[in-house]
């Protein structure tokens, strides 16, 4: 059963398709006032990125050994471990992040499509940032094949042979 509050999302959900997009991205999506949750940060290199354009920054791998290779490299910037399943360990860094940033292996491929976005539906859910951008070529290609249905008001029932109103043939 659908949870109400998953339809009501204000957050963005941004699909890029490697490491070029996903950190072309930045310079568009994350301004001077946000703080930024980066998950899967490896050895840090895309959060210092984010860094150089937003209020505070937090670099997450679920590997501390990921994490303190980056705290050396950048031991300017915060990193952290996360589990990008644990969503109650993202809200027990008590930071009220605005935009998140994922780049998670296992994550870009058509299979693990459906995992993505119960991930991005929770951290929206949970976090409510105002964008998600994620690093994964499947969700981008889905994205850009996607339209969303709106309902047109009909104003009369349909006779028989009649087209039906609420299904009209776009122009593709």
Same mark, same amino acid.
Not at 38 to 44: A, R, T, V, Y
Not at 92 to 116: E, H
């Given at each position: 059963?659908? !949870? ?6 204000? &957050?963005?959900?941004? /699909? ?5 997009? =996903?950190?072309?991205? @930045?310079?568009?999506?994350? &301004?001077? $006032?946000?703080? *930024? ?6 050895? /840090?290199?895309? &959060?210092?990125?984010?860094?150089? %354009?937003?209020?505070?920054?937090? /670099?997450?791998?679920? +590997? ?11 031991? %300017? @910037? ?6 990008? =399943?644990? *969503?109650? !360990? ?9 935009? *998140? ?6 994550? #870009?491929? =058509?299979? +693990? ?7 991005? !539906? ?18 981008? %290609? ?7 249905? %709106? #309902? ?8 028989? /042979? $009649?087209?039906?109103?609420? +299904?009209?043939? #776009? !122009?593709?």
């Amino acid at each position: 059963m659908a !949870n109400e509050k998953q339809f009501k999302l204000k &957050t963005v959900f941004v /699909g890029t398709r490697g490491v070029r997009e =996903y950190r072309e991205s @930045i310079a568009a999506w994350v &301004t001077r $006032d946000d703080v *930024v949750l980066e998950i899967g940060c490896e050895k /840090g290199t895309t &959060t210092a990125i984010i860094a150089r %354009h937003c209020k505070e920054v937090l /670099g997450t791998d679920v +590997s501390l050994e990921c994490v303190q290779r980056a705290r050396r490299i950048y031991p %300017h @910037i915060e990193f952290a471990v996360l589990d990008a =399943y644990d *969503v109650l !360990n993202a809200v027990a860094f008590k930071k009220a992040f605005t935009k *998140v940033y994922i780049d998670v292996s296992g994550l #870009s491929g =058509y299979r +693990s499509l459906l995992d993505l976005i119960a991930l991005l !539906n929770m951290y929206a859910t949970v976090l409510e940032p105002k964008a998600i951008i994620v690093k994964s070529g499947a969700l981008k %290609h889905f994205a850009e094949h996607c339209r969303a249905w %709106h #309902s047109v008001p009909v104003a009369h029932t349909p006779a028989e /042979g $009649d087209v039906d109103a609420q +299904s009209p043939v #776009s !122009n593709l």
